[in-house]
């Protein structure tokens, strides 16, 4: 930007501002002589608008005074003296009207520049906006900096009343919002204006509630009739809907993976040629390769050829795949009496393996966890058939343990696994 003392005045006058020479590109800057460190600034647009230059904590600062007409030269001196004498006071208008800026910003406000920012997955954003609305709707209109620290700890108590896991949760989610707040608003020396995140009290008390893990799954003598349950799925009434759930419950148990992860399954990420497929936008973002079993290559072969959606799994609401799986979960758990939610069926597979001797660099693989921090790990290249195996020995055990007889069709240029000597298929 351009800056020049030329044609400038001894005392910058309303005259003066109104005939001032603009430049022909960027900006061009008139000192006025009288004040030191008051000023005119023009661009080639045509604006002007006053200013002040002055050291503040040793570094030369410019501060916008105002606008041209909205203020007149005199009155924009008048407001020039008065920041001067302020800085002479030591204080720092600049960081001042900064901090006055953020003062006014509401909760929702910072949320809505937090989504402004950060690429959140749609289930995320649902979690978010969950709580926005539910969690800390009081808050929604209320200044971030006069959260307390008091104010965290009982609304954590309330919500805990609800719910310890969805009150962490939530506490969680506020706290991002804070430290995004922090990163953002900040002073010219990019120190942050906010002061201490307030949800940070939960760690230094300790008073987060840690809710005892669930480690509920379907143990090996209830799965011959949740198999039974769930294939009855497709005689129930809605036949498109519960065939769906009854192949999406099957693709769950039989490959380990998250409710969504499987649900936003598509056929082009599906080879059935090589019996493998890929999932994409994972949870700990890196996309998971697996080889399918047998019976799963077979199940979704059948599929394929009735199917006409994009998804493994299709639904009937805007995204296009199967959203909900709730109505047929409760009808399988009353015909089963197997107690069991979409999360169990991961813990089912990781048991199977675990049964079956499979080591745990092997069930991290398999489930897409990621293993511990080893230079040597960062050489092995996992080629997705060498999880060929495993893969099938899980599948022959939870059919076997749950009575499922099946007649596999081979696939060209898929390799026969190496069955266990108690499976369960047709030869």
């Avoid at 400038?8 to 800057?29: C, D, H, K, M």
């Avoid at 006055?100 to 929702?108: A, D, F, G, H, I």
């Avoid at 520049?113 to 709707?137: C, G, H, I, N, W």
Wanted: contains cysteine; proline residues 5%.
């Amino acid at each position: 930007m351009a800056s020049t003392r030329k044609n400038s005045p001894t005392r910058i006058t309303n005259s003066f501002v109104e005939r001032a020479e603009l430049p022909a590109q960027g900006q061009l800057i008139y000192r006025d002589q009288t004040l030191k460190g008051f000023g005119l600034r023009v661009t080639s647009g045509g604006v002007k608008a006053f200013i002040l230059e002055k050291r503040i904590n040793r570094r030369v600062r410019r501060i916008k005074v105002g606008r041209y007409p909205e203020l007149t030269a005199e009155q924009a001196r008048k407001q020039a003296q008065i920041l001067l004498g302020a800085i002479a006071c030591g204080r720092d208008p600049i960081r001042e009207r900064r901090e006055l800026e953020v003062s006014t910003k509401s909760l929702r406000e910072v949320y809505r520049e937090f989504l402004a920012v950060r690429q959140l997955k749609p289930s995320t954003k649902r979690d978010y906006d969950r709580a926005m609305d539910d969690a800390f709707r009081a808050w929604g209109d209320f200044p971030i900096h006069r959260i307390s620290q008091d104010m965290v700890l009982d609304r954590y108590e309330t919500l805990c009343i609800r719910g310890k896991t969805a009150a962490s949760r939530h506490m969680r989610f506020l706290r991002a919002l804070f430290n995004f707040a922090q990163s953002r608003y900040v002073d010219e020396s990019n120190n942050p204006i906010l002061g201490n995140n307030p949800v940070q009290v939960l760690t230094k008390l300790k008073a987060w509630h840690r809710p005892s893990r669930r480690r509920s799954y379907i143990p090996d003598n209830q799965l011959t009739i949740w198999f039974e349950s769930v294939h009855s799925l497709a005689q129930q009434g809605d036949s498109e809907f519960m065939r769906t759930a009854m192949d999406y419950l099957q693709f769950l148990l039989l490959t380990g993976l998250r409710r969504e992860e499987a649900a936003r399954l598509t056929w082009d990420r599906v080879d059935l040629e090589e019996a493998t497929f890929l999932v994409t936008d994972t949870k700990n973002h890196h996309d998971h390769a697996l080889p399918l079993s047998d019976f799963l290559a077979n199940l979704l072969a059948e599929s394929q050829g009735v199917s006409s959606s994009e998804y493994v799994f299709p639904g009937t609401g805007p995204r296009g795949h199967l959203v909900n799986a709730y109505k047929p979960v409760q009808r399988v758990r009353q015909m089963s009496g197997v107690e069991f939610c979409l999360h169990d069926l991961r813990r089912t597979y990781a048991t199977a393996a675990d049964a079956l001797d499979l080591s745990s660099r092997v069930l991290k693989r398999l489930l897409n966890h990621r293993l511990p921090s080893d230079v040597t790990d960062g050489y092995i290249v996992t080629d997705v058939h060498r999880l060929r195996q495993p893969m099938q020995q899980i599948t022959n055990y939870l059919l076997s343990k749950g009575g499922v007889r099946a007649t596999v069709v081979r696939f060209p240029g898929v390799p026969s696994p190496q069955l266990e000597p108690n499976h369960c298929f047709k030869p």
